[in-house]
C-alpha cells in the first residue's frame, strides 16, 4: 500500500504583544472600523526587538514535536516556509534544526511567501513518499512587522507575526495527505512584493501591495485549486469536515466558503486576532482548531493559500 503523509502534531507560537486596531488609529490615517469592516481583523501580534524568525519557529516546532510524543532525534527533515528568513544565508532551518538538537538529514528554506506552508507541506510529502526521509517538520514562520511600511496604512494594518508547525511522517492507511497542487503565475509579481533586499539588489526594502486587484485574483485562484484537490482525491466539497486558509482577510474566507457552498462554521478563522502571518497562518489555524477540539483525527480538511509572486495550493487531507 501506498505511503501517505500523516500529521503526527501541530504546534504554534505568537509574540505575547497585542496591537489593536484602537492602537494604529493613533498612528495612521485609519480606523477601527474601516480595519474591521475591509478585513475582519480587530488585533495582531507583534514580536519584540531582537526576536528572530527561528525564535518563532523553533518555539512552534517544540508544541509540534511534543504533541506527537517526539523529539528531535525523531526527525531527518526540516522546511521552513519564510518570507522574512533571520539571515540571508544560512537557511533559518538549519538555525531551527540546530536548536533543536538535529544533526542528520535535511533542512531548507521555501520561499513562497503567503502559500509557503503549502508549497512546503506538498515538498515535505513528496520527500517521504519517495522514502528519502521518514519524518519532517513542516514550519511556516513569519515576521511580516519587519516588512511591513509602518506609514502606509493600505498594508500596515494587515500584518502580523507568528508561526506554525507540523509533524508528518509517512504511512500506511486512510489518514494523511490525499491530494495536493501548486501554482504560480509569475507575470503578477508587481502586485504584491517587497522592493528591496536581501540579496542581489543591495537594498532594504518594504511590502507593497495592490490590495483590490490581489484580492480578486486570490478568489478565483482558491476557488479552482480547491476544486483541483477535491476532484483529484475524488471528493466534493460536502464532504468537507474543515477548510483551513490562509487568514489575508475575512471577505476572501466568506466568497471562498460560499463558492464551495460551505456554511462559515466550517472555515476555522483566526485572521480577527492574528491578521495576515503570511506562510504561518494556515500551521497556525489549524493547531487553533486542534487545540480546540475542532479538528479531529480522521476528519476531511482543505488547506489552501495564496501570495505574493503569485504562487497559490491546495491540500486536501484527512488528518
Ligand atoms: O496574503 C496574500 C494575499 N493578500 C491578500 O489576499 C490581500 C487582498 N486584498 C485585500 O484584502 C483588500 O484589497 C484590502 C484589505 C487590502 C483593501 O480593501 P479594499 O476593500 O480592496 O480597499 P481598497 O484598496 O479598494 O481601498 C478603498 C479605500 C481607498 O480610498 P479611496 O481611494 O476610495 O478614497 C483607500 O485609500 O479605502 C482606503 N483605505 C483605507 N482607509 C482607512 C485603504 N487602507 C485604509 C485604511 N484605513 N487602513
Not at 544533526?103 to 510529502?125: H, K
Not at 496604512?153 to 509533524?167: E, I, M, N, W
Not at 509517512?170 to 491530494?179: A, F, H, I, Q
Request: charged letters at 20%.
Amino acid at each position: 500500500m501506498a505511503l501517505r503523509s500523516v500529521i503526527l502534531g501541530t504546534g504554534s507560537a505568537l509574540p505575547p504583544t497585542v496591537v489593536t486596531n484602537a492602537e494604529l488609529e493613533q498612528r495612521l490615517d485609519t480606523s477601527s472600523t474601516w480595519i474591521v469592516e475591509r478585513t475582519g481583523i480587530r488585533e495582531r501580534r507583534i514580536a519584540g526587538p531582537g526576536v528572530k524568525t527561528s525564535d518563532l519557529a523553533v518555539e512552534a516546532a517544540m508544541g509540534a514535536l511534543s504533541a506527537a510524543g517526539l523529539t528531535g532525534a525523531d526527525i531527518d527533515l526540516v522546511i521552513v516556509a519564510t518570507a522574512t528568513p533571520d539571515e540571508t544565508f544560512p537557511a533559518t532551518a538549519t538555525r531551527v534544526q540546530a536548536q533543536l538538537g538535529i544533526t542528520r538529514g535535511a533542512a531548507f528554506d521555501l520561499a513562497a511567501v503567503c502559500s509557503g506552508f503549502i508549497y512546503a507541506l506538498t515538498v515535505a510529502d513528496s520527500l517521504l513518499k519517495a522514502g528519502q526521509f521518514q519524518r519532517a517538520l513542516v514550519i511556516g514562520a513569519e515576521l511580516f512587522s519587519h516588512l511591513v511600511d509602518w506609514e502606509d496604512r493600505t498594508t500596515a494594518v494587515l500584518f502580523g507575526d507568528g508561526a506554525g508547525a507540523v509533524v508528518i511522517e509517512g504511512r500506511e492507511g486512510d489518514r494523511g495527505l490525499l491530494s495536493a497542487r501548486l501554482h504560480a503565475d509569475g507575470r503578477h509579481g508587481d502586485l504584491l512584493f517587497v522592493d528591496g533586499g536581501p540579496g542581489s539588489t543591495g537594498t532594504v526594502g518594504k511590502l507593497r501591495m495592490k490590495g483590490r486587484e490581489v484580492f480578486r485574483h486570490a478568489v478565483q485562484n482558491l476557488a479552482s485549486v480547491t476544486e483541483e484537490v477535491l476532484d483529484d482525491a475524488g471528493y466534493s466539497a460536502a464532504d468537507l469536515d474543515w477548510v483551513i486558509p490562509h487568514q489575508a482577510n475575512a471577505r476572501i474566507l466568506e466568497a471562498t466558503a460560499k463558492k464551495l457552498g460551505l456554511p462559515m462554521d466550517r472555515v476555522v478563522v483566526t485572521v480577527d486576532s492574528q491578521a495576515n502571518t503570511s506562510a504561518a497562518s494556515v500551521p497556525l489555524a489549524l493547531d487553533t482548531a486542534v487545540r480546540d477540539g475542532r479538528v479531529k483525527p480522521g476528519d476531511l480538511c482543505l488547506l489552501e493559500a495564496m501570495g505574493g509572486g503569485f504562487t497559490w495550493g491546495a491540500v486536501l487531507l484527512r488528518f
